[in-house]
């Protein structure tokens, strides 16, 4: 334990940040300090989990704590839900949900060691984004679309069966060569233009299903009133597709589906459950979720 802790020490001198009600916040040299595992049981895991090097700090709550072994992450926590949920999604890979690659626990269920906090469970899975520096984090506009979809109970954003961004293009290719259509349709600025917008997206080729994503996305994006911009013009629609939520949307909605279909009902979306990797959302922690079937969990044993 003392050569753990003299490996921590050397990283005090560097500024480590954290997150915390999605604001970075320095890690003191103290919580670097405060690591959770044994010498022994740190090696086991390590064996177990394929990770290289010492262990870095990236967050710590009151359901556990995250360290970064180079490219890998190792989460210990005392979440059930989560390690049965990303048990769940082992080693299957969605765009927009983090990678998780092994899940197991610490300890055999009603026997924890006495000198051992109640984390019993491990997950490892792949980084997402670089070092913690602040771009990693959402921002204003993803935080809006976040905060929406979490706190709508509109069950569409857990069945969205494709991908909006060619429905959105394929709508603009109908509206620039009808803009009769656009002008017929026409609503004044203020006005709820919806009904205007559902009657396009049906007119260029969508059907029923795909209606309901397109306009809900819209709704997330641009919004239904035109205060300032309404489609009364090819130009306008132009401006309001614009809007990079629907990017957003699109993305979080295809990673909830991913988890719904994998059994996993997650409603604890919020800006600290979502990184931005190099201009794309990633889903990276699923707590608090409902998950339709429960598997036993590996047990990992201290080396002898």
């Known amino acids: 334990m003392k050569k753990l802790f003299e490996n921590w020490r050397k990283y005090s001198e560097v500024k480590h940040l954290r997150v915390i009600s999605n604001e970075l ?31 870095v700090l990236l967050g710590k709550g009151t359901m556990g704590e995250a360290f970064q072994f180079g490219e890998m992450v190792l989460k210990i926590t005392s979440d059930q ?13 969605h ?39 602040g771009s990693e984090l959402p921002d204003a506009n993803a935080s809006g679309v976040i905060q929406s979809i979490g706190n709508s109970r509109d069950k569409i954003w857990y069945n969205w069966s494709e991908s909006i961004l060619p429905l959105k293009e394929q709508f603009l290719e109908y509206v620039r060569s009808n803009e009769d259509k656009v002008k017929e349709m026409a609503v004044q600025k203020g006005k709820l233009y919806k009904e205007s917008l559902e009657r396009l997206a049906q007119l260029s080729g969508m059907d029923q299903k795909q209606v309901k994503l397109f306009v809900s996305a819209w709704g997330l994006s641009a919004g239904f009133y035109g205060y300032s911009r309404t489609i009364d013009s090819v130009e306008n629609i132009e401006i309001l597709a614009e809007n990079p939520n629907f990017k957003h949307v699109d993305e979080l909605s295809l990673g909830l589906t991913f ?16 990184m931005n990797d190099d201009g794309k959302l990633v889903i990276i922690d699923i707590g608090k979720s409902l998950v339709m079937s429960r598997e036993p969990l590996e047990v990992i044993t201290e080396k002898e």
């Open 81 to 93: 839900n989560e390690a049965q949920a990303a048990a769940a999604i082992a080693e299957k890979q």
């Open 25 to 55: 916040v320095p890690v003191t040299e103290q919580q670097l300090k405060d690591f959770p595992l044994s010498e022994e049981e740190l090696a086991s895991i390590k064996d177990w989990g394929e990770l290289e090097g010492d262990p």
């Open 259 to 274: 988890l719904k279909q994998n059994g996993i009902t997650f409603k604890d979306l919020k800006n600290t459950n979502v």
């Open 95 to 133: 765009p927009n949900v983090y990678h998780v690659k092994k899940v197991a626990r610490r300890f055999p269920a009603g026997q924890r060691p006495e000198e051992m906090p109640n984390h019993p469970y491990i997950i490892v899975y792949e980084m997402v984004a670089g070092p913690m520096n």
